[in-house]
């Protein structure tokens, strides 16, 4: 069973719908219209930006910015989109960097809870070369209690790549997991739970801490 349930994300989603009609902050407000999609909603607009990055930039202008809202059906007026981005664009070159973007859309931690992620990151860095791959999966993770794996249609490879996937950043899949990619999964279940104490139990399950 994967550490994240559709209960959480659920809850998350709810959570955050109601919480729109009572923030005026328009990062909070963004970060909200994407955690009321899941817990994989602030990878999904990455993903839009990736697209729309033709020269790989990994910036946007203000164009591409407000395009990629849109593609993206975020409810935003112009005003409130300019608001975000003079937020982001630091320098004032007209240009925001877009991972930078998506870390601070990340919802806050607290301390406690970004340790006990940690915690699980590296019971699963076997190797502890700071990535996640399928040759450490194989000590930690088993795969022939998969449904899939059991009725004959993956091998446990398959699995295993399944499983990186889940925490993979979607417009990247590389069947590699960094540090960065694992925080920004668990930022988004993370932002479902609001006690500390509740997630970190969670955690303590899911990955047998």
């Not at 700071?130 to 398959?158: C, F, M, S």
């Not at 988004?188 to 801490?209: E, H, Q, R």
Request: charged share 30%.
């Amino acid at each position: 069973q994967m550490p994240g349930t559709a209960r959480h994300d659920r809850e998350m989603a709810i959570q955050a719908k109601r919480n729109l009609s009572k923030t005026t902050n328009p990062v909070e407000r963004l970060r909200l219209q994407c955690l009321a999609r899941g817990s994989a909603g602030i990878k999904g607009l990455g993903r839009v930006f990736r697209i729309m990055d033709d020269d790989n930039s990994r910036t946007l202008d203000f164009k591409e910015f407000v395009k990629g809202l849109n593609d993206y059906a975020m409810m935003i007026d112009k005003e409130e989109a300019q608001e975000i981005f003079r937020i982001f664009d630091k320098d004032g070159s007209g240009t925001i960097d877009f991972d930078e973007f998506l870390v601070t859309l990340r919802p806050p931690m607290s301390n406690a809870r970004k340790e006990i992620i940690m915690q699980a990151f590296r019971k699963l860095d076997k190797t502890g070369d700071g990535v996640i791959t399928i040759e450490d999966l194989r000590g930690v993770y088993n795969a022939k209690h998969h449904p899939k794996y059991q009725n004959g249609d993956w091998t446990e490879d398959q699995v295993f790549r399944a499983f990186l996937d889940n925490f993979d950043s979607p417009y990247d899949k590389d069947g590699k997991v960094t540090t960065e990619e694992f925080m920004n999964y668990y930022a988004g279940v993370s932002a479902s739970i609001d006690t500390d104490v509740y997630f970190i139990i969670m955690m303590k399950n899911a990955w047998k801490l």
